[in-house]
Nanobody, 124 residues
Framework: QVQLVASGGGLVQAGGSLRLSCAAS????????MGWFRQAPGKEREFVSA????????DYADAVKGRFTISRDNAKNTVYLQMNSLKSEDAAVYYC?????????????????WGQGTQVTVSS
């Protein structure tokens, strides 16, 4: 079983950047497609981005496309989310989690344990 710990959140001005990291424990990390989700106060948790086990395929929510970049380093058991041009609506707790794949395609469906999230606050 993979355990996940997200970090890198903080307070940033609108238009600024942050890089989130998600460290995974467990030998099978590289077997899984991984995703980032976020949850703002009073809102449901929503999909942000996902990446295949090899890093060759990625997916982004429309709200972050062109501003966020997901990547992974399987040697370090870590997945990253580079967030640029941050907006107030990006403020949320960000979580990483494994996502299901089907016929080799990554999905937006999470599975397994969520682990702790990391808070992103954007000031205007």
């Amino acid at each position: 079983q993979v355990q996940l710990v997200a970090s890198g959140g903080g307070l940033v001005q609108a238009g600024g950047s942050l890089r989130l990291s998600c460290a995974a424990s467990g030998r099978s990390f590289s077997d899984y497609a991984m995703g980032w989700f976020r949850q703002a106060p009073g809102k449901e948790r929503e999909f942000v981005s996902a990446i295949s086990w090899s890093g060759g395929n990625t997916d982004y929510a429309d709200a972050v496309k062109g501003r966020f970049t997901i990547s992974r380093d399987n040697a370090k058991n870590t997945v990253y989310l580079q967030m640029n041009s941050l907006k107030s609506e990006d403020a949320a707790v960000y979580y990483c989690v494994a996502v299901l794949t089907s016929d080799g395609r990554i999905s937006r469906r999470p599975f397994g344990s969520w682990g702790q999230g990391t808070q992103v606050t954007v000031s205007s």
